[in-house]
């Protein structure tokens, strides 16, 4: 690809032009009328930065560190399914991307290369892996010690899905399943080789998590969180971090906009844990919003998936490569040397 894409948008763009529709449909679309997709992107246009002048401040240090992880530069890529659907390296493509950017992919547990193949094609990646407890616990134990072997430095387990969202677009297109030779790899099931569906259950409890903390020494972050209850329910099972999120929109819709619940589980969590957030985040800006709101770090899905879909392994890296750059320009532009000047009174909403 040659075209200079300079925005977001603009892989959003050459993406759509590329894919299916009904993959473009699945990756872009969210559940019921979408109130919720629509949101997470509008929250962030409400809100206005207040820079500030004169501070000889310097090019700004954006480097972080999240639960022993280093990256170099406070945006990570979100668990998201099915990139071979975008491009045939699929998750290969992304971690090496992600390497190269020097920061933090989150594997999906619905893969379609498994977790260790992904490791494999990227030996330089810091990989966490994202877990949605299966009823059948000895199965989900299973998954664990591949995500271990294959070296992946945290465990993020979602818990806002008791039941898969329903998505109009999926129905209307007839899409419920991968075309053939696709899988999801991590969910092979090494004593009988097939592969396994992913079971949504509505009996997952705080429990579980405290069979997981028992289970594995990997630090655990809770994703999904979004009442600040729930937050405070989390810091007394022993979490290693929240992360906020909405499922981008998939799941329960008409859930406000993560940018706009972060401030809540902030207060709630009181600097105990990290807190990272999801949701909406298409530009350098949105990023130091969320940071200035209190985040630690963000996370990035679909922004990913249209740099896969655009252009491979070059399409990701250029993604994180512009976010990375526009994260350093508003910090020059707002008179910050790092991240640790971030704070709440640089935001205004309109």
Not at 204 to 217: A, C, G, K, P, S
Not at 221 to 232: E, I, S
Not at 308 to 327: C, K, P, Q, S
Request: glycine content about 8%.
């Amino acid at each position: 690809m040659t075209a200079v894409l300079p925005a977001i948008r603009d892989f959003e763009a050459a993406a759509r032009a590329r894919l299916d529709p009904a993959h473009y449909d699945y990756f872009a679309g969210g559940a019921g009328d979408e109130v919720t997709v629509r949101a997470n992107e509008a929250a962030f246009a409400r809100l206005a930065l207040l820079p500030r002048v004169l501070r000889g401040a310097g090019s700004p240090r954006i480097g972080v560190t999240l639960l022993g992880s280093r990256a170099a530069m406070p945006v990570l890529v979100a668990p998201t399914a099915f990139h071979r659907l975008a491009d045939p390296e699929g998750e290969k493509a992304t971690a090496r991307a992600a390497a190269a950017a020097e920061t933090v992919m989150i594997v999906s547990m619905a893969a379609t290369v498994a977790v260790e193949d992904v490791a494999a094609a990227a030996p330089g990646a810091t990989l966490w892996f994202q877990l949605y407890v299966q009823p059948d616990m000895a199965f989900t134990e299973a998954i664990v010690r591949r995500a271990e072997a294959a070296g992946c430095a945290a465990l993020v387990v979602t818990v806002d899905s008791p039941a898969r969202g329903r998505r109009d677009r999926d129905v209307r297109n007839g899409f419920d399943d991968l075309p053939e030779g696709m899988r999801c790899e991590n969910l092979r099931d090494g004593a009988r080789g097939w592969v396994r569906p992913i079971v949504m259950s509505p009996a997952i409890t705080w429990e579980h998590v405290d069979l997981l903390r028992r289970m594995t020494r990997l630090p655990i972050v809770l994703k999904g969180v979004t009442h600040p209850a729930d937050a405070r329910l989390a810091l007394d099972h022993g979490v290693s971090a929240l992360y906020v999120s909405n499922h981008g929109g998939r799941q329960l819709d008409t859930v406000p906009a993560t940018v706009d619940l972060l401030p809540e589980i902030v207060a709630a969590v009181g600097g105990a844990v990290p807190v990272l957030v999801d949701g909406g985040i298409r530009r350098g800006t949105d990023v130091v919003k969320a940071l200035a709101l209190g985040a630690s770090a963000v996370a990035v899905g679909r922004p990913v998936i249209w740099g896969l879909a655009a252009d491979g392994e070059r399409g990701v890296t250029r993604v994180l490569a512009l976010l990375r750059d526009e994260v350093e320009h508003a910090l020059t532009l707002c008179g910050l040397a790092s991240l640790d000047d971030l704070e709440p009174g640089l935001v205004r909403r309109c």
